[in-house]
């Protein structure tokens, strides 16, 4: 049977999610605050262009309208305004505190980032079926060379397993990194670093111990 992880194994898999969830949140505050929002229109505007290439204009124009719709669904029930800081003395105190060209500037970054991420949830959603079955090879491959293993006397390496499990969080990390930056994405990086984290998902599935 395999063997159970060390609690300092687990102990440091948890802090880690941790940490990766505090940079993750520092990265999303700190585009609020300081991305300008032309920025963030020039990406969009290069994404699409870059869509439009790789995926071609039927598949480019279905990706962009359900952007759009969620988007809009996105903005309708969240709106971004002033109105968010508050109606009452001390909403008109923050509001007199800060700068007004500032303000909008933000509250059109703000809806700017909604719809970037709209965009790219879109991307993947389309990149979906594709990577789906990159993932069911990967297992299966894993599997299989896991299995073969088991009848011959190739015993496997807990420092390939330990890096197979390493490299897949660290790709994983890069995965949500790439999605949530103000730099641009284009469309091929997704497959690319789903190969990536299938290989190693299957490396560290033949990586596993022997059942005796």
Not at 146 to 167: E, K, N
């Amino acid at each position: 049977m395999p063997d159970p992880q060390p609690n300092g194994a687990r102990s440091a898999a948890g802090v880690a999610g941790r940490v990766g969830v505090l940079v993750l949140l520092s990265v999303v505050i700190l585009m609020l605050a300081w991305v300008p929002a032309a920025w963030l229109e020039r990406i969009a505007m290069l994404e699409r262009a870059w869509d439009r290439q790789a995926l071609g204009e039927r598949s480019a124009t279905a990706v962009l309208e359900r952007a759009q719709q969620w988007s809009a669904a996105q903005l309708g029930a969240f709106p971004i305004g002033s109105e968010t800081l508050g109606a009452d003395r001390r909403g008109a105190a923050r509001r007199a505190a800060v700068s007004p060209a500032w303000l909008a500037d933000r509250r059109t970054a703000a809806a700017r980032l909604v719809e970037l991420a709209c965009l790219r949830a879109a991307l993947v959603t389309a990149w979906g079926p594709a990577l789906g079955l990159l993932l069911i090879a990967g297992v299966l491959d894993g599997h299989w060379r896991w299995r073969i293993r088991q009848r011959g006397f190739d015993y496997p390496s807990p420092v390939a397993r330990q890096a197979s499990q390493t490299g897949l969080a660290l790709v994983l990390g890069g995965f949500l990194l790439v999605l949530l930056l103000p730099l641009p994405l284009h469309p091929l990086e997704i497959p690319l670093l789903t190969l990536i984290a299938v290989w190693l998902i299957g490396a560290g599935l033949a990586a596993l111990p022997k059942r005796l």
